[in-house]
T-cell receptor, first 113, second 113 residues
Framework: GQQLNQSPQSMFIQEGEDVSMNCTSS?????WLWYKQDPGEGPVLLIA?????ELTSNGRLTAQFGITRKDSFLNISASIPSDVGIYFC?????????????FGKGITLSVRP | DAGITQSPRYKITETGRQVTLMCHQT?????MFWYRQDLGHGLRLIYY???????DKGEVPDGYVVSRSKTENFPLTLESATRSQTSVYFC????????????FGQGTRLTVV
């Protein structure tokens, strides 16, 4: 089945730094979503992307739908301690009733004060 | 409060016992999902439901049973719990079709001893 690749598994940055993470696939996706999971909580949707090339921002977060439809990128600018968590990408291969979301394994972000 | 709630938040059960995890949403979303989250595997889909009385298997359905007699509820039952079913379980819902964003509950941490 489809797989989404996120690497590395963990990232460590200094407060105030920008960080970029990407999500890649060998197959085409029609929708890309980015979620953040805080410890002990469920994933929360950050950004949804529906068109190839689309660039969408949510505060300090910016995500892009890759033009090949096989990747997506998330950028966090001026990181703060509350950015700590696991960031998941998710993709849907096509629009339709049986098109299920596939999730990447997530990247754990640590922010040093 | 509107949203999606799971109960219990924590559960310890013995091998061989039946256990049911509850999920309730107040948005009248048509789609509901059950995922399990394990280290190294990310989020994996167990079962999903497109509407009341319509359910289908996901990636890892073995050992689980679901039902959806009402739109707002989607319980997950482990008929005879095994240690390999120790995990964090997340319920999620989404509107009209599976190409819109899925919203997650806070999770149930299940330990099978």
């Amino acid at each position: 089945g489809q797989q989404l690749n996120q690497s590395p598994q963990s990232m460590f940055i200094q407060e105030g730094e920008d960080v970029s993470m990407n999500c890649t696939s060998s197959s085409i996706f029609n929708t890309w979503l980015w979620y953040k999971q805080d410890p002990g909580e469920g994933p929360v949707l950050l950004i949804a992307l529906y068109k190839a090339g689309e660039l969408t921002s949510n505060g300090r977060l910016t995500a892009q739908f890759g033009i090949t439809r096989k990747d997506s990128f998330l950028n966090i600018s001026a990181s703060i301690p509350s950015d700590v968590g696991i960031y998941f990408c998710a993709g849907q291969p096509y629009t339709g009733a049986n098109s299920k979301l596939t999730f990447g394994k997530g990247i754990t972000l640590s922010v040093r004060p | 409060d509107a949203g999606i709630t799971q109960s219990p938040r924590y559960k310890i059960t013995e091998t061989g016992r039946q256990v049911t995890l509850m999920c309730h949403q107040t948005w009248s979303h048509s789609y509901m999902f059950w995922y399990r989250q394990d280290l190294g595997h990310g989020l994996r889909l167990i079962y999903y439901s497109a509407a009341a009385d319509i359910t289908d298997k996901g990636e890892v359905p073995d050992g689980y049973v679901v039902s959806r007699s009402k739109t707002e509820n989607f319980p997950l039952t482990l008929e005879s719990a095994t240690r390999s079913q120790t995990s964090v379980y997340f319920c999620a819902s989404s509107d009209w079709s599976m190409n819109t964003e899925a919203f997650f509950g806070q999770g149930t941490r299940l330990t099978v001893v």
